[in-house]
């Protein structure tokens, strides 16, 4: 549906800011002789713009409209026009509609720039134009404005559907909100994810620009693009989620500093915070911790944090476990207008509480962490305070132990990851004595890889989070795991590079991005590697993964060079019990030998020019002998051979989903 022109269209904000993701009208300022205010509520509490007048960051506050873009444009091709052309310093792009963008930025100073640099620049025959954009509304605070409104008006207007809400227990919509399949008998529910799987499948056959590529296996496989094998089912059905994040908020009776999920998304107006102990999904011992930490904020002098008017302390509760019996807490804290003293103060009696008070008896609990956020700090900032416990928790997987950091990666569903791993080395199809090397790219803690290693030559693992190259790193040495060789980098940064080092006649790729995809550049060097004839998706949005899939068949050209993949099947995977997601792994393979030997030598960097760096170029840490093959006959060595090295340009990555770009799959 097309978007009104003089709407102001927010952005969605990175982990840097909130998400303000609805639509502010030139209707929505709010007056200040709102009759609320008559009612005795503060402007906060009725103004859907009242965050702008906070300290906290938000780049709505410099956002402008692009006018008169070209027809047809890609968003890539939109970012590099307006940030390596142009060179503007853009924060976040939208663009709703084929002429028209919003793009906001961190500072007034940059958004003149913008302005003054993109009115009456040319592109595609296009003079564009840029004006200032209105900041969107908070959407909680729009919607309670909507309700009071309409609330004034006939009763007719009120919707039946809300009506029925209103009259559902509480435990139920939290039951809807978190597992909405949590009444769908197990079969259903996998009947259902299939079905959403083949009509992604069904789609990527059938686009314009590949469906003739597809033609004969349209017809074979029923209009998919491949074969469909069936779902993998997991093997437990309740209690299996080792990682849960709970709100901290009022619950529907105003009671403060209550631990539990959302009814809703804060962006679809929901604030208010349920309890957790009706959710089928979640481990006995995660419920019972929320109980005890709920305990302890009765007792607390600060209140919960209000994202509508940026009051309060207590943000988040997260919890993580492991089969072997062992737990991690961490504490989200907001400082706002109080000393380092007061914090310490309560971190105090946080950790009184749990080590010698009413939490004592819950022996479950090793690890505990506190986070301080300060005014206008994002999540890629998080700064883990270790209180007390071990530092990492462990988990034993595929006859393996794994370290679990507090921002690291791990598959939220152990048992059935299992399963995922079994099936993704299945398909590598390593024979016997052949040298093969296996890129996992996107490798988290090394899971994937590790489960691997002793069966192929060499291992690279390729990641953006230092702490989780870090486990990988510990995850190596605890395994007694030594032909693996990691890189803490973006993918798009280091694999024209990793490229260059491969050496064995095999090459496998594994790739399990967060859930925007792969970049065009790491697509571009998978495509170029003329050794790579089999690579292996690992989806966890399928639906989003679609133009990666599209990239790596479509026919070779100018910008998209060396032979296309194929894909030969493809089976869906199910980690979320109870929810309609699930995982899609697709086995990708050449379409036949490379026979233009230039492709590979053109390798591209993310800026899109040609690179021609050695390997060592974005090493800090052990360079020395990374461009040497390493001997096979020492891949039983000692733990040295294990490599851990750190792009120049990349710190701790927020990712794209839970402290490290994966997805987390929860719908809290």
């Known amino acids: 549906m097309e978007e009104n022109k003089d709407t102001a269209t927010p952005i969605a904000e990175s982990r840097e800011e909130r998400e303000i993701p609805e639509v502010a009208s030139d209707n929505d300022t709010p007056s200040v002789k709102d009759s609320t205010i008559a009612e005795g509520k503060s402007s906060e509490e009725i103004d859907p713009f009242f965050y702008l ?10 956002k402008i409209e ?46 003149e720039e913008a302005i003054k640099k993109i009115n009456g620049h040319l592109w595609k025959g296009n003079k564009l134009s840029a004006k200032i954009a209105k900041p969107a509304a908070d959407p909680l605070l729009k919607k309670r404005k ?25 435990h139920i919509r939290i039951k809807k909100s978190v597992t909405p399949f949590w009444d769908v008998p197990y079969e259903e529910q996998l009947k259902r994810k299939t079905e959403s799987i083949k009509d992604v499948l069904i789609a990527i056959a059938t686009r314009r620009d590949v469906r003739d590529i597809f033609m004969e296996a349209r017809k074979k496989y029923d209009g998919k693009c491949c074969e469909l094998l069936p779902i993998i089912q997991s093997p437990v059905l309740e209690g299996y989620r080792n990682k849960n994040e709970f709100s901290i908020g009022k619950n529907v009776d105003g009671k403060d500093n209550c631990v539990g999920f959302r009814y809703g998304l804060y962006k679809d107006g929901f604030s208010t915070v349920g309890s957790a102990s009706h959710v089928s999904i979640l481990p006995e011992s995660v419920k019972t911790v929320v109980q005890l930490f709920e305990e302890f904020l009765s007792t607390s002098v600060y209140r919960s ?14 919890v ?66 270790h209180l007390f416990g071990e530092k990492v928790i462990k ?13 690291a990666f791990f598959q939220v569903n152990t048992s059935a990851a299992e399963l995922l791993y079994n099936q993704i080395g299945d398909w590598c199809n390593i024979q016997s004595g052949e040298q093969t090397t296996v890129l996992d790219i996107c490798c988290g803690t090394g899971t994937i890889g590790l489960a691997l290693a002793k069966k192929v030559t060499k291992v690279i693992g390729i990641e953006m989070c230092q702490q989780a190259i870090d ?55 998978l495509r170029n590697c003329r050794r790579l004839k089999r690579l292996i998706y690992v989806a966890c949005n399928p639906n989003a993964a679609k133009d990666n899939f599209i990239d790596l068949v479509r026919t070779a050209s100018k910008k998209l060079k060396g032979l296309p993949y194929r894909p030969i099947k493809a089976v869906p995977v199910d980690l979320f019990p109870m929810t309609p997601h699930c995982e899609l792994v697709v086995l990708f ?28 170029d974005i090493n800090t840490v052990d360079s020395s002998n990374t461009t040497v093959p390493p001997n096979t006959s020492d891949i039983s060595g000692s733990t040295e051979n294990v490599k851990i090295i750190q792009s120049n340009d990349d710190k701790k990555s927020d990712g794209e989903t839970n402290g490290t770009n994966k997805c987390d799959q929860q719908t809290s």
């Open 146 to 170: 909507k309700e009071e409104a309409d609330a004034k008006g006939p009763s007719e207007k009120k919707s039946k559907v809300d009506s029925e809400v209103d009259d559902t227990p509480p």
């Open 589 to 616: 393979e050449r379409e036949g030998e490379e026979h233009n030997d230039s492709d590979s030598d053109i390798e591209m960097t993310s800026s899109g020019t040609k690179n021609s760096n050695t390997l060592a």
């Open 53 to 62: 007048k906070t300290d906290e960051f938000t780049s709505e506050k410099f």
């Open 471 to 525: 486990d990988a790193k510990e995850n190596a040495k605890i395994n007694g795991i030594t032909n693996v060789t990691y890189y803490c980098s973006k993918a798009e940064d280091a694999i024209v590079n990793v490229m260059r080092s491969l050496w064995t006649s095999n090459v496998v790729a594994v790739v399990d991005p967060p859930r925007a995809g792969l970049h065009k550049t790491v697509l571009k060097s």
């Open 305 to 318: 944090y209000n994202q509508g008017t940026h009051e309060g302390h207590w943000r988040q509760l997260t």
């Open 395 to 407: 988990e034993r997987m595929l006859d393996m132990t794994f370290q679990i950091s507090p921002d």
């Open 66 to 111: 692009i006018l008169n873009l070209p027809r047809k444009f890609g968003f890539t091709q939109l970012k590099k026009r307006l940030n390596v052309t142009l060179g503007l310093k853009s924060h976040k792009i939208k663009a709703p509609n084929t002429n028209y963008a919003f793009v906001t930025f961190k500072c007034e100073e940059d958004r």
């Open 320 to 385: 993580r476990t492991t089969r072997t019996g062992e737990m991690m807490i961490i504490a989200e804290f907001q400082r706002r207008d109080i000393t380092q003293e007061d914090i310490n103060t309560e971190k105090s009696r946080l950790t009184e509480f749990f080590t010698n008070g009413p939490g004592k008896s819950f022996d479950q609990l090793t690890s505990m962490y506190f986070v301080v956020f300060d005014s206008g700090q994002g999540q890629s900032d998080k700064n883990y305070e």
